[in-house]
């Protein structure tokens, strides 16, 4: 059966999540700049200010989203990881796997304990399904399309399905149609203002994550 939300949320509980994320932010920056220095980059207030603000924003949002369910830290865990990714491959054209594959893995875990506690093995399978589809859907893209696809962007699709099928087909179909046009959008926007010579690696990550964020916190 598709994915309930668990109902509304104190305003005091949506601050204390959204601070949680913010905190959560400026420990992955520290861990981030110890495991890969090279793609971090050095820390600066406002660096680490902007990253932890817009990660309190997100993570304030799905406790709006969800309530007090018990997928709520899986979801938070997309949003500390995302703006992460989301701000290496804007500056490295890179999704680095000691991030992807931890977010998969992590999602997997946090999303089987919450379908064990409410009961929804079928959310998990769905999950589950909804990640190989859009990981093979990617792939096939990456493969025979010259959008600017790239392994890292692919390996990504993987993770968003894992959250998306946990709440339905629909956010499986909406999430990645969406990102790969958000994705087209910016490949072409790029070409025009580079007079028309289009790099050869555009970074679709942050298009792909904030889709899949905006299906997770915009669908029912």
Do not use: C
């Given at each position: ?90 500056i490295h054209h890179l ?46 893209l990456a493969l025979t ?76």
């Open positions: 059966m598709p994915y309930t939300a668990a109902g509304s949320a104190s305003p005091l509980f949506i601050l204390g999540i959204g601070a949680a994320g913010a905190v959560l932010a400026l420990v992955a920056g520290v861990a981030l700049q110890r495991m890969l220095p090279h793609l971090a980059g050095s820390r600066t207030l406002g660096t680490g200010s902007t990253t932890a603000a817009v990660t309190f924003i997100l993570s304030a949002l799905l406790a709006w989203r969800f309530g007090p369910a018990p997928e709520l830290a899986a979801f938070v865990l997309l949003a500390v990881a995302g703006v992460q990714l989301a701000r290496i491959d804007l999704l680095p796997n000691k991030m992807v594959f931890p977010l998969l893995g992590g999602g997997l875990v946090l999303l089987t304990g919450a379908a064990v506690a409410q009961g929804a093995a079928e959310n998990l399978l769905r999950g589950i399904a909804g990640a190989v589809i859009l990981f093979v859907l990617y792939l096939f399309s010259r959008n600017g696809l790239g392994m890292g962007d692919v390996k990504l699709a993987a993770p968003l399905g894992l959250y998306l099928g946990y709440l339905g087909w629909t956010q499986v179909f909406y999430g990645g149609a969406l990102g790969f046009v958000v994705g087209g959008v910016v490949s072409v926007v790029t070409v025009l203002k580079n007079r028309g010579n289009k790099p050869k690696e555009v970074p679709y990550g942050p298009a792909m994550l904030a889709a899949g964020l905006a299906v997770i916190l915009l669908l029912p």
